[in-house]
């Protein structure tokens, strides 16, 4: 079944390239990050749609008698879960880190603090 | 001008990932190493969740390695947390006693939900990352309902460094034992069994507490401002 | 079919309003949307360890961790 066959691809390419856009162009660093949390979830999709295979089912054996090889690819969605996890890990550390230059800047506008010009 | 320089830098990319995608048609059974992992998986490791064994017996140095990494953040947050100075306002606003009554009774069912995904990982979908993120919500919960709340610190990096000593001693162990670091060196018992799949339960419990731990440390610290002194 | 182009449609409507809305807020929300958006998509890719580990993180914590920082700092974008 040619269910979603470009779509997922299209879905997945299409929110790293907002999430790209978003990073580039934006001045306040909080939209900066959300933009960089669109990003990693863009890849994440990416990465399990090319694991996917067409008719199969998830790789969990709840019972005896699921057959093995018609599951799905597993080794892309064990490191998708590592990498949500980690996505959220960068995602708490940039935020500590706006806090702490807001409370330096008094401002979120990456034009004026020194160092941070495009 | 930085907009039309973004453009044109975007529109190469896409470009290369639509030719690169070309290449790779949706759906289409390439796997190599996925088949051995599948029609393996559960005679090696003995977990019926073959994510879990893939996550958890086959690349478990990479979860070691995300362990890490977490652990690393963690940290990073609490240093700048608490040179922040005094700690501002932001007082959450008062809530009524009914949000305050349903946030105390419903906290320990959460936890209750966050231990049982993790402790069932090797069965059903679900794990230590799922049930670290359940428990944390738990407590975004007990945060968001009490306002003014401050929790010691001190249970949540305990944990966390117990957690996380956990899983290397017994890697170490497994090094001992079986002869590479990580190996599986309990019995594997029976299939679908709780106590099954020889260390991968204990290895998840030790996650489960150490990412919820962790995960809870990171909102405390936000919504606290770190520590006083 | 018809429902999983639907689904990463509005996916992308939702990511150029989070790019979009000028309240910081509200971008937050729309980034939880994709967030839960991403989770349906998962669960239809038949990774359903994935799909709650999405929905659990990116929909909860990622949006309440931002949330607490937009607190304070400031809440629209100059």
Not at chain 2, 25 to 45: N, S
Not at chain 2, 79 to 104: C, D, E, H, Q, W
Not at chain 3, 49 to 71: K, S, Y
Request: glycine residues 12%; contains cysteine.
């Amino acid at each position: 079944m040619n269910a979603g066959n470009p779509m997922f691809y299209v879905g997945a390419v299409g929110l790293i390239l907002i999430g790209l856009f978003t990073v580039l162009t934006k001045r306040n660093l909080i939209k900066i990050i959300i933009g960089l949390t669109v990003l990693d979830t863009g890849v994440n999709i990416l990465l399990v749609a090319i694991g996917y295979i067409h008719n199969r089912t998830a790789p969990i054996l709840t019972q005896e008698h699921l057959d093995p090889t018609k599951m799905v690819d597993p080794v892309p969605q064990a490191l998708v879960l590592t990498a949500i996890v980690i996505g959220l890990g960068v995602t708490a550390l940039a935020l500590g880190l706006a806090v702490r230059a807001y409370r330096h800047y008094k401002t979120l506008d990456t034009n004026k603090m020194r160092g941070l010009k495009w | 001008m930085r907009a039309a320089v973004s453009f044109a830098v975007l529109s190469l990319i896409a470009v290369g990932l639509a030719l690169s995608l070309g290449h790779v048609p949706f759906g289409i059974d390439r796997m190599e190493v996925g088949r051995y992992y599948l029609t393996h998986g559960l005679a090696d490791t003995g977990a019926a969740n073959l994510v879990t064994g893939v996550v958890l017996n086959y690349r478990a140095l990479d979860t070691l390695g995300e362990v890490t990494v977490l652990f690393i953040a963690s940290l990073g947050l609490g240093v700048f947390m608490s040179l922040s100075g005094p700690r501002n306002g932001g007082k959450l606003p008062p809530t009524s006693l009914i949000v305050r009554r349903g946030a105390g009774f419903l906290f320990p069912l959460i936890l209750l939900l966050g231990g049982y995904i993790f402790l069932h990982g090797h069965l059903t979908p679900g794990g230590g990352f799922q049930g670290g993120a359940v428990i944390a919500s738990g407590f975004l919960l007990l945060y968001l309902g009490i306002p003014g709340l401050r929790l010691r610190h001190g249970p949540f990096t305990a944990t966390e460094s117990i957690a996380g000593l956990t899983f290397v001693i017994i890697g170490l162990i497994g090094l001992g034992v079986g002869g590479y670091f990580l190996s599986n060196f309990l019995p594997k018992g029976s299939p679908f069994a709780l106590f099954s799949a020889g260390v991968i339960p204990i290895l998840y419990v030790a996650i489960g507490l150490k990412v919820g731990a962790e995960l809870a440390g990171i909102v405390a610290n936000m919504i606290e401002g770190g520590e006083e002194g | 079919m018809i429902y999983i182009a639907l689904l990463n449609v509005v996916m992308l409507v939702a990511a150029l309003f989070a790019y979009y809305l000028r309240d910081l807020i509200a971008a937050v929300v729309a980034c939880a949307a994709v967030s839960l958006l991403a989770s349906i998509l998962f669960y239809l890719l038949q990774a359903p360890d994935v799909a709650m580990a999405e929905a659990a993180i990116g929909a909860g914590l990622t949006t309440a961790i931002f949330v607490i920082a937009i607190r304070r700092t400031g809440r629209y974008e100059e």
